[in-house]
């Protein structure tokens, strides 16, 4: 689709009035508001608006936007991030979708259900007064609640979502906040067809919004402001997902979130390169559960107690600072499946699980290890339990056999 350039701008103080709000908000991406209305406007250029934001030239520097949109797409936009911009709209706005049971075959994301092997291996827990973790889940989605999962890394958190969202068939986007987001992935673009033409196809995201899917916002603590300002609709009371780009296709600029929608997000709090959540982000997850290491899990999923043993020593260094890598359940449950390898075995499992930490932590490490050594492997059956000597009688004779 062409588009041409026009030259209605947004008034100034307008956009200085968007991050006044922000910063008040404490919304958390006020750090990327630039990002966030660059991505909107169309063929923006990054220095200019970053000046007019910060009032260091005239709006007129502004880059320019779809011919038939200039006023509804930017409003809107506004309004979606702020929800204080309620400006009508140019032409009549696209009205939002509504879910259906019949979805093309190419856009239906039921590939992204989880396996039942997800149930099969997970080893469910009590949480906040004695409920079940899952039960806890399922009435949050019935609720429509937004959970908030914090814990440290390898402790189960993404590994209770596919549980659930495999107990019930439904669809998981994971969203991975702490690496490079492909947004075009995410939440569609513009592609050519076979006529020469171009139409908008939605990405994993708003698909999951229109057809009740589970969105797992991976290591929130990452994520970057752009994703945060498209997200913050779909977490408040609209629960609506605004797709800019969308304008002008087939395709609803507006979705409305599905009944069945399920907005789930984790982080490690403690995890090094993060920063703690924004409070009104923080406060938009309804639901809070804590998630650590726990022994009555551990002890179904590992042999060996000694080596659950070490794992809290070593535990207990990071808490106090002496080691900064986690050690999380899944290296435990490697380590056991290496020793007992009849092509691997102990040494390459000690040496491998080692290899994990920085070499200034690997001494202590070793250290710990070698305390537990016989005792692991005598329990993973590696070796003869010690006993007592027992006298044993000798020949004393000077004759030759």
């Given at each position: 689709?062409?588009?041409?350039?026009?030259?209605?701008?947004?008034?100034?103080?307008?956009?200085?009035?968007?991050?006044?709000?922000?910063?008040?908000?404490?919304?958390?991406?006020?750090?990327?508001?630039?990002?966030?209305?660059?991505?909107?406007?169309?063929?923006?250029?990054?220095?200019?608006?970053?000046?007019?934001?910060?009032?260091?030239?005239?709006?007129?520097?502004?880059?320019?936007?779809?011919?038939?949109?200039?006023?509804?797409?930017?409003?809107?936009?506004?309004?979606?991030?702020?929800?204080?911009?309620?400006?009508?709209?140019?032409?009549?706005?696209?009205?939002?979708?509504?879910?259906?049971?019949?979805?093309?075959?190419?856009?239906?994301?039921?590939?992204?259900?989880?396996?039942?092997?997800?149930?099969?291996?997970?080893?469910?827990?009590?949480?906040?007064?004695?409920?079940?973790?899952?039960?806890?889940?399922?009435?949050?989605?019935?609720?429509?609640?937004?959970?908030?999962?914090?814990?440290?890394?390898?402790?189960?958190?993404?590994?209770?979502?596919?549980?659930?969202?495999?107990?019930?068939?439904?669809?998981?986007?994971?969203?991975?906040?702490?690496?490079?987001?492909?947004?075009?992935?995410?939440?569609?673009?513009?592609?050519?067809?076979?006529?020469?033409?171009?139409?908008?196809?939605?990405?994993?995201?708003?698909?999951?919004?229109?057809?009740?899917?589970?969105?797992?916002?991976?290591?929130?603590?990452?994520?970057?402001?752009?994703?945060?300002?498209?997200?913050?609709?779909?977490?408040?009371?609209?629960?609506?997902?605004?797709?800019?780009?969308?304008?002008?296709?087939?395709?609803?600029?507006?979705?409305?979130?599905?009944?069945?929608?399920?907005?789930?997000?984790?982080?490690?709090?403690?995890?090094?390169?993060?920063?703690?959540?924004?409070?009104?982000?923080?406060?938009?997850?309804?639901?809070?559960?804590?998630?650590?290491?726990?022994?009555?899990?551990?002890?179904?999923?590992?042999?060996?107690?000694?080596?659950?043993?070490?794992?809290?020593?070593?535990?207990?260094?990071?808490?106090?600072?002496?080691?900064?890598?986690?050690?999380?359940?899944?290296?435990?449950?490697?380590?056991?499946?290496?020793?007992?390898?009849g092509s691997l075995g102990y040494e390459f499992a000690a040496h491998n699980f080692t290899g994990r930490f920085s070499k200034?932590?690997?001494?202590?490490?070793?250290?710990?290890?070698?305390?537990?050594?016989?005792?692991?492997?005598?329990?993973?059956?590696?070796?003869?339990?010690?006993?007592?000597?027992?006298?044993?009688?000798?020949?004393?004779?000077?004759?030759?056999?």
């Amino acid at each position: 689709m062409a588009k041409s350039k026009m030259t209605n701008r947004p008034p100034v103080a307008e956009v200085r009035k968007i991050v006044r709000n922000l910063e008040r908000d404490g919304s958390p991406y006020t750090d990327g508001v630039v990002e966030a209305l660059e991505w909107a406007i169309d063929g923006a250029d990054h220095a200019r608006l970053t000046s007019v934001i910060e009032g260091d030239a005239p709006v007129t520097e502004i880059a320019t936007l779809p011919e038939g949109q200039e006023e509804h797409t930017y409003k809107k936009f506004l309004d979606e991030m702020t929800g204080e911009f309620a400006v009508p709209s140019v032409e009549a706005p696209a009205p939002a979708m509504e879910f259906t049971a019949s979805i093309p075959g190419d856009r239906s994301i039921k590939h992204l259900v989880p396996s039942n092997e997800f149930i099969d291996t997970y080893v469910s827990r009590d949480v906040h007064g004695g409920k079940r973790d899952l039960d806890v889940l399922a009435a949050a989605h019935e609720e429509g609640f937004n959970v908030l999962l914090k814990g440290p890394t390898g402790s189960a958190k993404t590994s209770f979502v596919y549980a659930y969202a495999a107990s019930i068939g439904k669809p998981v986007v994971n969203i991975a906040c702490n690496g490079a987001i492909d947004m075009r992935a995410l939440l569609g673009g513009w592609v050519p067809t076979a006529d020469g033409s171009f139409r908008f196809e939605p990405g994993e995201l708003p698909l999951a919004v229109e057809q009740g899917g589970i969105i797992l916002l991976n290591e929130v603590n990452f994520m970057p402001p752009k994703i945060a300002a498209v997200l913050y609709g779909l977490l408040d009371r609209r629960r609506t997902l605004y797709l800019p780009d969308a304008a002008g296709s087939d395709y609803p600029t507006t979705i409305v979130a599905h009944p069945e929608t399920f907005v789930v997000a984790d982080f490690n709090p403690g995890y090094r390169g993060t920063r703690p959540l924004n409070e009104a982000f923080e406060n938009r997850f309804a639901v809070h559960l804590n998630w650590d290491y726990e022994d009555a899990v551990e002890s179904q999923l590992v042999t060996s107690a000694s080596l659950l043993e070490m794992a809290v020593s070593l535990r207990e260094r990071v808490l106090t600072g002496e080691l900064s890598t986690a050690i999380p359940t899944n290296s435990l449950m490697e380590f056991e499946a290496m020793a007992t390898n009849g092509s691997l075995g102990y040494e390459f499992a000690a040496h491998n699980f080692t290899g994990r930490f920085s070499k200034l932590e690997q001494p202590v490490v070793s250290e710990v290890l070698a305390v537990y050594r016989l005792r692991i492997e005598i329990e993973l059956g590696l070796a003869e339990p010690v006993r007592e000597a027992e006298s044993v009688p000798t020949f004393a004779s000077s004759e030759p056999f």
